[in-house]
């Protein structure tokens, strides 16, 4: 039997589609109150990314409700560090919290060793995802890129100056390399263990990378992006791999031409000329509605949809926001952003 390959696959490599592929960021979550209450019953955070049952479902509720073209594995960038054996923990409401490592000896304590049987259960869900969704539907794995989760393990949670990180990777270039190298590593394995389970297209998440510039952006994003795609493309060559190194601006072209990704997800801030004349000759280019455009709903998100598709879509192009879903969005705008984007034929020419 012949499989046909799926709408995002599809659209990812340039073959031409009857419609966009649309998925969003965020798309399982706290919006959602099915997930709400899934998330009351299930203890801390951890636990419900660590049960395969709980994971699951809560992976299936938005292609439940929308149809979305792909379902992203319901997980955490932060599973990895955990893995790493760095205490992680989620507080209702506060976010990450995370033991901080600022030396030798935290370093240390990070090891590989048993990561892979550590995280057994997420790559249990992929398994089960791949049972579980409707046979269109696009199962997609995820990591934060190192510099993203080494913000994390540096800073103790999240940060709006990355204060500690950046100066860590200025004052102790070994131990920052050698936390570094373990990272490439560690999201290596994690990301392969994923697609043996399972997932069928990859996105690397960089959320962070805009407080690197210049040397340290080629040093501590692209250089990084560039190991993990080259293993992950040796073990499996077809893989489709989605980059996002979350606001660089005019660095993004730099990033797509050197990692070698399929795709980047941009986010709301970059200008769609820029998208279309400058990075869709050499990738795919996913993004980029304005999450609190989605939040406001009514005319404002028709014309933004409009624009959008009107830029990318005679191009290698995905529907998604420019970053994740908040959770005041309401999900009837989500339902009515599905019905504007399925509406809209892609033109080629
Ligand atoms: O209380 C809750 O329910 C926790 C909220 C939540 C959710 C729903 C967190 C805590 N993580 C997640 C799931 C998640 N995280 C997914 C899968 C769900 C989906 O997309 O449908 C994914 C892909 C992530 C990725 C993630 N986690 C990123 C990269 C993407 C991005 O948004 O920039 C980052 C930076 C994190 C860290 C994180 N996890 C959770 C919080 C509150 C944070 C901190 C965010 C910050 O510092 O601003």
């Known amino acids: 039997m012949r499989t046909e390959e799926k709408l995002l696959p599809r659209a990812l490599r340039g073959a031409v589609v009857d419609r966009h592929p649309l998925w969003l960021m965020r798309q399982a979550g706290r919006y959602l109150p099915e997930y709400r209450e899934l998330r009351a019953k299930a203890g801390g955070f951890l636990d419900l990314c660590f049960t395969?049952?709980?994971?699951?479902?809560?992976?299936?509720?938005?292609?439940?409700?929308?149809?979305?073209?792909?379902?992203?594995?319901?997980?955490?960038?932060?599973?990895?560090?955990?893995?790493?054996?760095?205490?992680?923990?989620?507080?209702?409401?506060?976010?990450?919290?995370?033991?901080?490592?600022?030396?030798?000896?935290?370093?240390?304590?990070?090891?590989?060793?048993?990561?892979?049987?550590?995280?057994?259960?997420?790559?249990?869900?992929?398994?089960?995802?791949?049972?579980?969704?409707?046979?269109?539907?696009?199962?997609?794995?995820?990591?934060?890129?190192?510099?993203?989760?080494?913000?994390?393990?540096?800073?103790?949670?999240?940060?709006?100056?990355?204060?500690?990180?950046?100066?860590?990777?200025?004052?102790?270039?070994?131990?920052?390399?050698?936390?570094?190298?373990?990272?490439?590593?560690?999201?290596?394995?994690?990301?392969?263990?994923?697609?043996?389970?399972?997932?069928?297209?990859?996105?690397l998440f960089d959320s962070w990378a805009s407080a690197l510039e210049g040397e340290a952006f080629e040093r501590w994003v692209v250089a990084p992006a560039k190991r993990i795609v080259a293993a992950l493309k040796e073990k499996h060559p077809k893989l489709p791999i989605i980059g996002f190194p979350r606001a660089s601006g005019a660095h993004y072209l730099g990033y797509?031409?050197?990692?070698?990704?399929?795709?980047?997800?941009?986010?709301?801030?970059?200008?769609?000329?820029?998208?279309?004349?400058?990075?869709?000759?050499s990738v795919a280019v996913q993004g980029n509605l304005d999450p609190l455009v989605l939040v406001a709903g009514g005319q404002a998100l028709e014309t933004r949809v409009r624009a959008i598709t009107d830029a990318l879509g005679r191009g290698r192009f995905v529907f998604n926001l420019g970053h994740g879903i908040v959770p005041q969005t309401p999900p009837e705008h989500v339902a009515k952003l599905v019905d504007l984007v399925r509406a809209i034929k892609p033109a080629r020419g």
């Not at 509720?61 to 955490?76: E, K």
């Not at 989760?149 to 709006?160: D, H, L, N, Q």
């Not at 990692?259 to 997800?265: E, L, R």
């Not at 709301?268 to 990075?279: G, H, I, K, W, Y």
Request: no cysteine; hydrophobic share 45%; proline share 6%.
């Open 52 to 203: 395969p049952a709980l994971a699951t479902e809560v992976t299936l509720q938005p292609i439940r409700r929308f149809g979305f073209d792909a379902a992203i594995l319901f997980s955490d960038i932060l599973v990895v560090p955990w893995g790493l054996n760095q205490k992680v923990g989620f507080q209702e409401g506060e976010g990450p919290k995370l033991d901080p490592i600022r030396d030798a000896a935290g370093l240390a304590a990070l090891s590989l060793d048993g990561m892979i049987e550590r995280l057994a259960p997420v790559y249990e869900t992929v398994g089960r995802l791949k049972q579980d969704l409707p046979p269109e539907t696009t199962l997609i794995g995820f990591a934060g890129a190192p510099w993203t989760v080494a913000t994390y393990m540096i800073e103790g949670g999240s940060s709006r100056t990355f204060e500690h990180s950046r100066r860590f990777a200025a004052e102790d270039k070994v131990g920052f390399e050698t936390l570094m190298a373990l990272l490439v590593e560690a999201t290596v394995a994690h990301l392969d263990a994923q697609v043996r389970a399972g997932a069928e297209v990859i996105q």
């Open 256 to 281: 797509a031409k050197a990692t070698g990704v399929d795709a980047v997800s941009i986010d709301q801030d970059m200008p769609l000329a820029f998208a279309r004349d400058v990075l869709q000759p």
